[in-house]
């Protein structure tokens, strides 16, 4: 069941993946990697754009990243 509806996820590393047009063809995904379960994590993403030199028609996102708090 997904967490949104108000279980959690089990401990482990999960994938996250954030993906955008930047112009026409142009893409972009951030990829990052955060623990869940145990102590706070934060981690930030890694951009990938198509073509390489997509970067070049601005940012519509320029930094992301996740945080995992563990409940008190």
Do not use: C, F, H
């Amino acid at each position: 069941m997904p967490a949104a509806a108000g279980r959690g996820v089990a401990p482990g590393v999960y994938l996250y993946r954030i993906e955008g047009n930047l112009y026409w063809e142009n893409t972009v995904q951030w990829t990052g990697r955060i623990r869940i379960g145990g102590t706070r994590d934060a981690t930030s993403a890694t951009p990938v754009y198509s073509p390489s030199e997509a970067d070049k028609q601005g940012n519509l996102i320029s930094q992301v990243s996740a945080v995992y708090e563990p409940s008190l």
